[in-house]
């Protein structure tokens, strides 16, 4: 096995020594040819990175539950990748993007975590945070156990969320008198200052927005067409390009340059060499897309 994750990494790092030269380039069909390499790579390297552990002990035994939710964070960020690459492939251009926001929601967080002074306050809260709408329905068993018998269903689900809450330490006290459900009580737009990517909030999360929301901006430009003044209904996808693909592949490469140093199973920086090199050449045909879309219009 090791012979032929040597094998495949190789071959990674051959392609992006003699990728091709994006000034030969003449449609975004050509982009969009090379970026279905950088997605397959970037979704390898996902999973192999997920896959390595620190040790035999680590492999065998698993890992703490701290490091569990970092891990997890990059799972799930493997998951929507794996959806976001096969919308791309589809051509389907409204589901792609609606993966690409929830990728860098988690991204974000990821971050966060990872780079906190104090990973054990910020799990916790993240932690914490997460049973918001559980805090919602104890609320509502608890005033209607005051009135009459709980029926069958609202005894499981109360049994549950009892059982998950002390699971994870938290005492059914503590989460309803808990007001604040963002990590370490921070907005979203302030995750991202503090990470030194405010400009992202509106660039990014803002305009990934509208894909999540369904609001009028994105059902006008994506749902509908407009012809004399009057709309029709429009029920063909949208056609994927490369401004969509590379900044998301990106992103993911450097958090998972992080992940390695956190998780310390790339001692000899031999993955994180490959993952730097492949961002490098992400980045390099974003910057030439921009340059050929903007003599476009």
Known sequence: MEEKLIENLEKMRSWIKD????STFKNNDDFMSVYVHIMNYTLYLLRLSISLAKDEESSQKGITKHRAIISGLVVRIAKLYEGFTNHIANRELELA?????????????????????????????????SYKPEKEILLDLNSKAKSRKLIPIEKRIKRKVLSRLKEDGIKQSELLNNTKWDIDGKSFRQLLKDLNRELQYSYIFGGMSH???????????????????????????????PRIVGPISGLILNRLVEFLKFTKTDSQNYISNIINSLSSVCYGYDECHERFFSKLN
Request: proline letters at 6%; hydrophobic letters at 30%; charged letters at 25%.
């Open 19 to 22: 990728s091709p030269d994006p």
């Open 97 to 129: 993007a609606i993966f690409s926001r929830l990728i860098f929601e988690t991204e974000v967080k990821l971050d966060y975590l990872i780079t906190s002074k104090n990973k054990k306050k910020s799990i916790r809260s993240y932690i914490l945070g």
């Open 211 to 241: 894909h999540i929301h369904g609001d009028w901006y994105e059902i006008s430009l994506y749902h509908l067409e407009k012809d004399n003044g009057r709309y029709f209904p429009n029920l063909s996808f949208g056609t994927p390009d």
